[in-house]
T-cell receptor, first 114, second 119 residues
């Protein structure tokens, strides 16, 4: 079975400093991986996805993630945090059977200090 | 982009009553929709997969008689919480699956969620 582990429940950074949200996955075969963001009272929004093409994936709002098979990791980064980045972030792996069900990590709450 | 709506956004009901939540794909057709439940400060838990014109597929541990799912059209799926109890209070989120490139890749678009409170 596939799963994802988000190593930090909370991450706090200062505005303008780099962001690193960590995610490790477990999969029997090559997975599809995603990062979603959830702002309060808003729906989940896809930041980026990896589907076996380039290992460095660029997403929206300056976020990017690198798929590292040797480390089974898919960490999310951003060079410079903005106050509007404060939200809950979910690392997600997709089943590769016909259902394409999404399996969510436990989430990381990003706090951005002024 | 693909937009998914949910109605209502918030609902309060009394214990023992039933409540229906709608999930609509506004500008596309979705043969498959998913229903998730999110507890406070927790992750999303997949409850069931809703397929248009057929019975929903429930995840292990989810009571199919309590959480009735109907996907009667390509743009609408409904979740009915029957005989609701306070422990059913939660944030319910739906998503719709869209295929690209002739069905080779998929993406899910999420609704804004419905906050259910059972008193």
């Amino acid at each position: 079975a596939q799963s994802v582990t988000q190593l930090d429940s909370h991450v706090s950074v200062s505005e303008g400093t780099p962001v690193l949200l960590r995610c490790n996955y477990s999969s029997s075969y090559s997975p599809s991986l995603f990062w979603y963001v959830q702002h309060p009272n808003k729906g989940l929004q896809l930041l980026l996805k990896y589907t076996s093409a380039a290992t460095l994936v660029k997403g929206i709002n300056g976020f990017e993630a690198e798929f590292k098979k040797s480390e089974t990791s898919f960490h999310l980064t951003k060079p410079s945090a903005h106050m509007s980045d404060a939200a809950e972030y979910f690392c997600v792996v997709s089943e590769r059977d016909s259902s394409y069900k999404l399996i969510f990590g436990s989430g990381t709450r990003l706090l951005v200090r002024p | 982009g693909a937009v998914v709506s949910q109605h209502p956004s918030r609902v309060i009901c009394k214990s023992g009553t039933s409540v229906k939540i709608e999930c609509r794909s506004l500008d596309f057709q979705a043969t498959t929709m998913f229903w998730y439940r999110q507890f406070p400060k927790k992750s999303l838990m997949l409850m069931a997969t809703s397929n248009e014109g057929s019975k929903a597929t429930y995840e292990q541990g989810v009571e199919k008689d309590k959480f009735l799912i109907n996907h009667a059209s390509l743009t609408l799926s409904t979740l009915t919480v029957t005989s609701a109890h306070p422990e059913d209070s939660s944030f319910y989120i739906c998503s719709a699956r869209v295929s690209f490139s002739g069905g080779g890749t998929y993406e899910q678009y999420f609704g804004p969620g419905t906050r259910l409170t059972v008193t």
